[in-house]
């Protein structure tokens, strides 16, 4: 079992849906999570960070936290052409030289106008 | 401070030879990362530094592939004779220690293997 899953997607949503992004990760000791969006070709840039059970909302981002389900999710509002990229999830996970940053393969997400 | 910044952006070598890339964190940052990434993949974790201690390698990582972090400042990662198999976007991102801390990238060094 990988450390962070994604469904790879494509997920399609047309321009103004809400576009919901799921993540699960098997550690169950994790305390902390993140949602990076990465544009074809460009690195990795962070949009959301998450640390306790519940909804946290930035903008038209809102991220929520499952612990008991090991479960996170990135839901976006008012979906825009410009939201277009691929989504990864990250957790740090727990290992024996302390706990280290691990992601996901990633969902793509189209904006369709 | 201008964030992560990594170089070169790009590099091609042929197949045998040595390189190295060079990762600069946020100033204060005291953990360094390292990873890969491929086409359709997200990145792949290859090593991890708390200040100049090496705290974790992939065990996927062969020992053609070695990194350093002297005085806990800048990183290096060498890859000796490279395969084509290297191929990928070599990313370094760095954070404060602990596990409730925001995790930045650099742009990413692409090296393709001729």
């Known amino acids: 079992q990988k450390e962070v899953e994604q469904n790879s997607g494509p997920l399609s949503v047309p321009e103004g849906a809400i576009a919901s992004l799921n993540c699960t990760y098997s550690?169950?000791?994790?305390?902390?999570f993140f949602w990076y969006r990465q544009y074809s070709g460009k690195s990795p840039e962070l949009i959301m960070s998450i640390y306790s059970n519940g909804d946290k909302e930035d903008g038209r981002f809102t991220a929520q936290l499952n612990k008991a389900s090991q479960y996170v999710s990135l839901l976006i509002r008012d979906s825009q052409p410009s939201d277009s990229a691929t989504y990864l999830c990250?957790?740090?996970?727990?290992?024996?030289?302390?706990?280290?940053?691990?992601f996901g393969t990633g969902t793509q997400l189209k904006v369709e106008l | 401070d201008t964030g992560v910044s990594q170089d070169p952006r790009h590099k091609i070598t042929k197949r045998g030879q040595n390189v190295t890339f060079r990762c600069d964190p946020i100033s204060e940052h005291n953990r360094l990362y390292w990873y890969r990434q491929t086409l359709g993949q997200g990145p792949e974790f290859l090593t991890y530094f708390q200040n100049e201690a090496q705290l974790e390698k992939s065990r996927l990582l062969s020992d053609r592939f070695s990194a350093e972090r002297p005085k806990g400042s800048f990183s290096t990662l060498e890859i000796q004779r490279t395969e084509q198999g290297d191929s990928a976007m070599y990313l370094c991102?760095?954070?404060?220690?602990?596990?409730?801390?925001?995790?930045?990238f650099g742009q990413g060094t692409r090296l393709t293997v001729v």
């Open positions: 990250a957790g740090h996970i727990l290992t024996g030289g302390g706990n280290k940053l691990t």
């Open positions: 550690d169950r000791g994790s305390q902390s």
């Open positions: 991102a760095s954070s404060f220690t602990g596990s409730n801390t925001e995790a930045f």
